[in-house]
């Protein structure tokens, strides 16, 4: 299997701060990497496809990065509505695993 | 688009479950449907998809032999079953699938599976 592995695993940030989450592979995925944002209870919802590409509908302050091993998420200006937490998971082969988590708090 | 799984479920330790969802919107039978579980305050971990067209079916190692994935295209539900619950079965379970072009993600509400004695 294909180990993801988020950091860190929570953070608390003020409202308009960037913020940056990262998420590791244990081996190359290429750029078959998601991320999903997952409010308390609720479903989760793809924010990102393919590293980078932005999901239709999706607030433009959501931006992917990366390829091989090394991606990350960043959110340009935090939002009160981005209490979430969040997944990036790798669909580059089966079982198609998720990271950890990365919980996000608002100051 | 829209996935609705089965309500919640109570169920005893050694019980037999199966939970299902259904699809509309879309033709089941081109896309996979993915099945995600989540423990009660805990991250999210993929069990297994089916191709709805042939049954093509892959697990993930963790869930092997653990449960069964399965899908009638014909009136458009996968199926997810247990043939003996364990306590730590208890968890949220969803379905979702991925239709592209352009990309969208849709999940359902998802199942509560509570199993105790």
């Known amino acids: 299997d294909i180990q993801m592995t988020q950091s860190p695993s929570s953070l608390s940030a003020s409202v308009g701060d960037r913020v940056i989450i990262t998420c590791r592979s244990s081996?190359?995925?290429?750029?078959?990497l998601n991320w999903y944002q997952q409010k308390p209870g609720k479903a989760p919802r793809l924010l990102i496809y393919?590293?980078?590409s932005l999901k239709s509908g999706v607030p433009s302050r959501f931006s992917g990065s990366g390829s091989g091993t090394d991606f990350t998420l960043t959110i340009s200006s935090l939002q009160p509505e981005d209490l979430a937490t969040y997944y990036c998971q790798q669909s580059y082969s089966t079982p198609q695993t998720f990271g950890q988590g990365t919980k996000v708090e608002i100051k | 688009v829209q996935l609705v799984q089965s309500g919640a479920e109570v169920k005893k330790p050694g019980e037999s479950l199966r939970i299902s969802c259904k699809g509309s919107g879309y033709t089941f039978g081109n896309y996979w449907i993915s099945w995600v579980r989540q423990m009660p305050g805990k991250g999210l971990e993929w069990m297994a998809r089916?191709?709805?067209?042939?049954?093509?079916?892959n697990y993930s190692p963790s869930f092997q032999g653990r449960v069964t994935v399965s899908a009638d295209k014909s009136i458009s539900i996968a199926y997810l079953q247990w043939s003996s619950l364990k306590a730590s079965d208890t968890a949220m379970y969803y379905c979702?699938?991925?239709?592209?072009?352009?990309?969208?993600?849709?999940w359902g509400q998802g199942t509560l599976v509570t199993v105790s004695s």
């Open positions: 393919a590293a980078s």
């Open positions: 979702v699938t991925v239709i592209a072009p352009p990309m969208n993600d849709y």
């Open positions: 089916i191709h709805p067209s042939d049954s093509n079916i």
């Open positions: 081996q190359s995925i290429s750029s078959s």
